[in-house]
């Protein structure tokens, strides 16, 4: 039971690139969500699913697109990185969107 | 939309001691949960103990507890015997029952000394 994976831990971007950052659940968790991290300003909700097909956004949405066609898979895509978006990124899923969130252990986005 | 304060950005304290971390939030629903997370300086969010809003026992995790006051709005957490591994930030969080996201707070830096 690996419970929320992420990869990759660590990538450096140069303005205008795409990437995606992936996320993986194996406790059969519905709901999964995105958060960015800066620092002085917490966790900040860029996306979520409350379930395979079904997405939203959340605080903080621009610049960022997302997919659940699986439940274990929650992927986040960067469709023109920019320096605003140099940020921590962690994945989390909970059985719903009420309880406890599990977190992956994060990856670390430099845009140059 | 809710909002999550917690005001001291910063403590520090000596191992063995007792510190509490304060959180306030803002809400004018009447359900909803509260949850404590250590970020230890490995990054990974870990959750410390989650309370329940209409319990009006407090919630207790081994040295972790947390005062809870509904009526001022109020989610402290108390850590007993503080420990080295201790050291972390700690952040506060609300969801609203019906509503679809986590908000935190700005996180308060904790450091254990020995």
């Known amino acids: 039971n690996a419970g929320v994976t992420q990869t990759p831990k660590f990538q450096v971007l140069k303005t205008g690139q795409s990437m995606t950052l992936q996320c993986a659940q194996d406790m059969n968790h519905e709901y999964m969500s995105w958060y960015r991290q800066d620092p002085g300003m917490g966790l900040r909700l860029i996306h979520y699913s409350v379930g395979a097909g079904i997405t939203d956004q959340g605080e903080v949405p621009n610049g960022y697109n997302v997919s659940r066609s699986t439940t274990e898979d929650f992927p986040l895509r960067l469709l023109s990185a920019a320096p605003s978006q140099t940020s921590v990124y962690f994945c989390?899923?909970?059985?719903?969107?009420?309880?406890?969130?599990?977190f992956g252990p994060g990856t670390r986005l430099l845009v140059l | 939309a809710q909002t999550v304060t917690q005001s001291q950005p910063e403590m520090s304290v000596q191992e063995a001691e007792t510190v509490t971390l304060s959180c306030t939030y803002d809400t004018s629903e009447s359900n909803y949960y509260l949850f404590w997370y250590k970020q230890p300086p490995s990054r990974q969010m870990i959750l410390v103990i989650r309370?329940?809003?209409?319990?009006?026992q407090n919630a207790t995790e081994n040295r972790f507890s947390v005062n809870f006051q509904k009526a001022a709005k109020s989610f402290s957490l108390k850590i007993s015997d503080s420990q080295l591994g201790d050291t972390a930030m700690y952040f506060c969080?609300?969801?609203?029952?019906?509503?679809?996201?986590?908000?935190f707070g700005q996180g308060t830096r904790l450091t254990i000394n020995p």
């Open positions: 989390a899923s909970s059985r719903t969107r009420w309880m406890t969130q599990y």
């Open positions: 969080a609300v969801i609203i029952q019906g509503a679809q996201k986590l908000v």
């Open positions: 309370q329940e809003a209409y319990k009006q």
